[in-house]
């Protein structure tokens, strides 16, 4: 069969994707992936047939003022998160769907799959089903379907428990559909009307959910909050499997030998360019801690770029093999990455989690409410707050508890199976649709 996946040209949405990719080149299945160009390295490593996203939606996000210039004199909130969604989600909707009609062009697909950002895939879901091959979305954030208290998200709000905060909630709603949502409908059904496709109806998040034929949400139910109208469209599908050897062992891994305990400190590969936020509050929280070995992956930037000296007992290195990793690790700080929280969870790693920004406040929510580590509510935590998490986790069972009842849930759920199974039904029961006619699918 073949498999046309696409990705917004962000590492944390398109690795999702290329492990999915490398699920179906396992099983025998020819895959072509459309991203941007920084990433044809990847994808084409993965066995992939690499295709460009069009210019003007080929962006590299690694550097975000390269794609909008005036970002840092944009304050964080509404206006930010308003800017952000229309550049870099919103505005290239017609320039992702012509290149997703240009790759099917001479390459028919039998399903299509695509991140729950890639909001080019809106105008086939809006069109005829029949005009169309069957379409998945996999979720690399939190799930975005409507919760059962109405709370909006992006806030980081845990479920509401009384009225007070349903009122509160409610209202918080309001006020977000009139600054962000709203707006950011109206806009894209402008790009639509442009293309002559029907108008969206709903949250472009929440449609994303509840449009495709299959959305492959990357967690296990019990990591989320509960809803009690999700479609059986929505499947949990655990964690993608690691990679093995995607960096070399450094030459201080005999030291994480067990006779230390072991704190992984990282800011992920987006969020990484001012090591003050967590990084570096973490190194100083527990340099006085010759029990505790802190280990600091720089996500890509260079490891020379934190102050030197480090505390005696930190550990740095560009990347690290989490494959190897991950099993010698006992509390994970993070900024709230959704695909490295996920993958500490499998493992029975307690987290702190410390960030707001994007959906890191609402990953770090689902944290806490698991009770599988501490959410402190903030992108720059103090270190008495670092410090008094991290002791706090290694010092009260239950949070250790409460990450392995997570991982045992993760076990159970075979993901590879689990998405070609779903991923090759999906296709094989679809309908012929006009493969080789352009006008049916942009």
Same mark, same amino acid.
């Given at each position: 069969?073949?498999?046309?996946?696409?990705?917004?040209?962000?590492?944390?949405?398109?690795?999702?994707?290329?492990?999915?990719?490398?699920?179906?080149?396992?099983?025998?299945?020819?895959?072509?992936?459309?991203?941007?160009?920084?990433?044809?390295?990847? /994808?084409?490593?993965?066995?992939?047939?690499?295709?460009?996203?069009?210019?003007?939606?080929?962006?590299?996000?690694?550097?975000?003022?390269? /794609?909008?210039?005036?970002?840092?004199?944009?304050?964080?909130?509404?206006?930010?998160?308003?800017?952000?969604?229309?550049?870099?989600?919103?505005?290239?909707?017609?320039?992702?769907?012509?290149?997703?009609?240009?790759?099917?062009?001479?390459?028919?697909?039998?399903?299509?799959?695509?991140?729950?950002?890639?909001?080019?895939?809106?105008?086939?879901?809006?069109?005829?089903?029949?005009?169309?091959?069957?379409?998945?979305?996999?979720?690399?954030?939190?799930?975005?379907?409507?919760?059962?208290?109405?709370?909006?998200?992006?806030?980081?709000?845990?479920?509401?428990?009384?009225?007070?905060?349903?009122?509160?909630?409610?209202?918080?709603?309001?006020?977000?559909?009139?600054?962000? /949502?709203?707006?950011?409908?109206?806009?894209?059904?402008?790009?639509?009307?442009?293309?002559?496709?029907?108008?969206?109806?709903?949250?472009?998040?929440?449609?994303?959910?509840?449009?495709?034929?299959?959305?492959?949400?990357?967690?296990?139910?019990?990591?989320?909050?509960?809803?009690?109208?999700?479609?059986?469209?929505?499947?949990?599908?655990?964690?993608?499997?690691?990679?093995?050897?995607?960096?070399?062992?450094?030459?201080?891994?005999?030291?994480?030998?067990?006779?230390?305990?072991?704190?992984?400190?990282?800011?992920?590969?987006?969020?990484?360019?001012?090591?003050?936020?967590?990084?570096?509050?973490?190194?100083?929280?527990?340099?006085?801690?010759?029990?505790?070995?802190?280990?600091?992956?720089?996500?890509?930037?260079?490891?020379?770029?934190?102050?030197?000296?480090?505390?005696?007992?930190?550990?740095?290195?560009?990347?690290?093999?989490?494959?190897?990793?991950?099993?010698?690790?006992?509390?994970?700080?993070?900024?709230?990455?959704?695909?490295?929280?996920?993958?500490?969870?499998?493992?029975?790693?307690?987290?702190?989690?410390?960030?707001?920004?994007?959906?890191?406040?609402?990953?770090?929510?689902?944290?806490?409410?698991?009770?599988?580590?501490?959410?402190?509510?903030?992108?720059?935590?103090?270190?008495?707050?670092?410090?008094?998490?991290?002791?706090?986790?290694?010092?009260?069972?239950?949070?250790?508890?409460?990450?392995?009842?997570?991982?045992?849930?993760?076990?159970?759920?075979?993901?590879?199976?689990?998405?070609?199974?779903?991923?090759?039904?999906?296709?094989?029961?679809?309908?012929?649709?006009?493969?080789?006619?352009?006008?049916?699918? /942009?």
């Amino acid at each position: 069969m073949k498999f046309l996946l696409a990705s917004t040209p962000a590492t944390g949405h398109l690795n999702p994707i290329l492990s999915i990719g490398r699920i179906l080149i396992a099983a025998g299945h020819e895959v072509a992936v459309l991203t941007g160009d920084i990433f044809r390295r990847q /994808v084409e490593e993965a066995g992939a047939r690499f295709c460009s996203l069009p210019p003007g939606a080929n962006f590299d996000l690694r550097r975000i003022e390269t /794609v909008i210039p005036d970002i840092a004199r944009i304050p964080q909130g509404p206006e930010r998160r308003l800017a952000m969604s229309r550049k870099i989600f919103i505005d290239v909707v017609p320039l992702q769907s012509a290149g997703l009609g240009d790759v099917l062009a001479d390459f028919p697909a039998d399903a299509i799959l695509v991140d729950n950002t890639f909001f080019g895939i809106f105008p086939m879901l809006l069109g005829p089903r029949s005009a169309r091959p069957p379409i998945a979305v996999c979720g690399t954030m939190f799930l975005h379907a409507p919760r059962d208290d109405g709370a909006p998200t992006f806030l980081g709000l845990p479920p509401a428990v009384n009225k007070a905060e349903l009122d509160a909630y409610a209202t918080m709603a309001t006020e977000q559909d009139k600054q962000i /949502v709203r707006p950011v409908l109206d806009r894209l059904n402008e790009l639509l009307k442009e293309m002559g496709c029907p108008p969206l109806q709903s949250n472009v998040h929440d449609a994303a959910v509840l449009l495709p034929d299959l959305f492959l949400q990357m967690t296990v139910a019990s990591f989320e909050f509960p809803r009690k109208n999700l479609p059986p469209s929505v499947v949990f599908a655990g964690a993608l499997p690691i990679m093995p050897g995607q960096a070399p062992l450094p030459d201080w891994a005999h030291e994480l030998d067990g006779s230390r305990k072991v704190v992984l400190v990282t800011q992920g590969t987006v969020s990484n360019l001012n090591f003050d936020q967590l990084v570096i509050p973490t190194l100083k929280a527990l340099a006085e801690r010759p029990d505790i070995l802190v280990v600091v992956t720089a996500g890509g930037r260079a490891a020379e770029a934190l102050p030197a000296p480090l505390p005696a007992n930190a550990r740095t290195a560009d990347y690290l093999p989490f494959d190897w990793l991950l099993p010698k690790v006992d509390v994970f700080v993070t900024n709230g990455g959704y695909g490295s929280v996920n993958q500490a969870l499998s493992h029975g790693i307690p987290i702190v989690g410390a960030g707001v920004t994007e959906d890191k406040g609402d990953v770090n929510a689902r944290v806490a409410w698991s009770g599988a580590g501490i959410n402190l509510a903030t992108s720059e935590p103090t270190e008495k707050m670092i410090k008094d998490a991290v002791l706090a986790i290694l010092g009260v069972p239950i949070y250790r508890q409460r990450a392995e009842a997570l991982a045992a849930e993760f076990f159970a759920t075979d993901t590879p199976a689990l998405i070609l199974e779903k991923l090759e039904g999906l296709a094989s029961a679809a309908q012929e649709w006009p493969r080789r006619s352009r006008t049916a699918v /942009v």
